[in-house]
């Protein structure tokens, strides 16, 4: 069955510096999403990327953050100048549609910030 | 500001035992609403429901949407202890491409 990948699973880093988050999703889907969740909280909806360009973000997805698709098949998670409150777990998500499919999730990249 | 809760934040229940799960909404422009089960890490989708009173079921879970109660419940029958697991209700409004979730409801099954 086709599924989400991430790299790292994974990452520990100090405050202020850049991570990029990787993730692979399903080869036919066209919509691209990341999302966090911060131990104890609920999942949060950061950004949603098609057609090679940002569709949505939310309040939190501010210019530390950034999202690129390199290549055919990466779709990456850039954090600039990492701050402690960083520290989450962070799931992308793929969909065939916007409106009328579901998101498949990643297993997600667990970032922490010392 | 939209807003999806979910109640109980924990149960506890007995193998065998069944068990309804509850999500409430208060959204802009609702499209639909899904239900995922995280056990360890990633979310994993259960049902999408975007008609009020149709019941969608898969082996002993299913959901049902009431868009006059703004809410969803999610019933699992004859719980398992592979049950076990924390319950997301997500809402998805309309023109717009993200979910919005609730905090989750952990389930513990006790043999």
């Known amino acids: 069955e086709p599924e989400v990948t991430q790299t790292p699973s994974h990452q520990v880093t100090q405050m202020g510096q850049e991570v990029i988050l990787r993730c692979v999703p399903i080869s036919n889907h066209l919509y691209f999403y990341w999302y966090r969740q911060i131990l104890g909280q609920k999942v949060e909806f950061l950004v949603s990327f098609y057609n090679n360009e940002i569709s949505e973000k939310s309040e939190i997805f501010d210019d530390q953050f950034s999202v690129e698709r390199p290549d055919g098949s990466n779709f990456t998670l850039k954090i600039r100048s990492t701050k402690l409150e960083d520290s989450a777990m962070y799931f992308c998500a793929s969909s065939v549609a916007v409106n009328t499919g579901e998101l498949f999730f990643g297993e997600g990249s667990r970032l922490t910030v010392l | ?111």
């Open chain 2, 1 to 111: 500001e939209d807003k999806v809760v979910q109640s109980p934040l924990s149960l506890v229940v007995h193998e065998g035992d069944t068990v309804t799960l509850n999500c409430s909404y208060e959204v802009t422009n609702f499209r639909s609403l899904l239900w995922y089960k995280q056990e360890k890490k990633a979310p994993t989708f259960l049902f999408m429901l975007t008609s009020s009173g149709i019941e969608k079921k898969s082996g002993r879970l299913s959901s049902i949407l009431d868009k006059k109660e703004l809410s969803s419940i999610l019933n699992i029958t004859a719980t398992q202890t592979g049950d076990s697991a924390i319950y997301l209700c997500a809402v998805r409004i309309q023109g717009a491409q993200k979910l919005v979730f609730g905090q989750g409801t952990r389930l513990t099954i006790n043999p």
